[in-house]
């Protein structure tokens, strides 16, 4: 089955709301990482967290190993946070990094 | 430098033509990556090299190739594009220990778009 899950699909917001994005994962993990695609296709990394609270900017990211989860928290948004949001885990079972099918954010003014 | 670099950024291709793109890294790192990434999904990885192993994925084994001449490049090889092959080509690379032990930040280039027709 999917390892990893993420929630909401999509997701518009007024300019200057909060967004919870979700990353749940349904298999033990080595690293986790939040990742922005820009809407031309690159990926950009945003945290690299393993676990634990990481902060950037308006950005948070919480992950919570024993709940097989992760969150990326995005305050006073901006028009320019829209893109799409992906989170990747590695396993600890011996395979290499998975990503979750992304959350799509619009921001509008 | 912590950046991955792919050429080209945009690629047009005819269908049944080779493709070859490629990627580098002067990070030393010992995996590097190659996944495929379409609108709507999650990126796929299509194989990796963990030093000069290479490791594809079975799905898409017979679909890719790959080489690594040295630990800073790496290059994804199409023999024969078909128009389902159209997609955001992505390179990755990460400082690892053998597969699985854990802790890998992965650092991604920009991307190649490849566009079959």
């Known amino acids: 089955g999917q390892q990893v899950q993420q929630s909401p699909a999509s997701l518009v917001l007024q300019e200057g709301e909060n967004a919870e994005l979700q990353c749940n994962f349904s298999t033990s993990l080595n690293s986790m990482q939040w990742f922005y695609q820009r809407p031309g296709g690159s990926l950009v990394s945003l945290f690299y967290n393993p676990s634990g609270t990481k902060h950037s900017g308006r950005l948070t990211s919480t992950t919570v190993i024993k709940e097989r989860r992760s969150s990326l928290h995005i305050s006073s948004s901006q028009t320019t946070d829209s893109g799409t949001y992906l989170c990747?885990?590695?396993?600890?079972?011996?395979?290499?990094?998975?990503f979750g099918t992304g959350t799509k954010l619009q921001v509008v003014p | 430098d912590t950046t991955v670099k792919q050429n080209p950024r945009y690629k047009l291709a005819r269908v049944g033509k080779p493709v070859n793109l490629i990627c580098s890294q002067t990070m030393n790192h010992d995996t590097m990556y190659w996944y495929q990434k379409k609108p709507n999904q999650a990126p796929k990885l299509l194989l990796f090299?963990?030093?000069?192993?290479?490791?594809r994925e079975a799905d898409t084994f017979e679909k890719f190739q790959s080489s690594r001449p040295n630990n800073s490049f790496c290059s994804l090889y199409i023999g024969s594009a078909g128009l389902e092959y159209s997609a955001m080509y992505l390179c990755?690379?990460?400082?690892?220990?053998?597969?699985?032990?854990?802790?890998?930040?992965?650092?991604f280039g920009k991307g190649t778009r490849l566009t079959v027709v």
């Open positions: 090299y963990y030093d000069k192993i290479l490791n």
């Open positions: 990747a885990l590695e396993p600890n079972s011996g395979t290499y990094q998975r």
């Open positions: 990755a690379s990460s400082r690892d220990p053998p597969p699985g032990a854990g802790n890998t930040e992965v650092f």
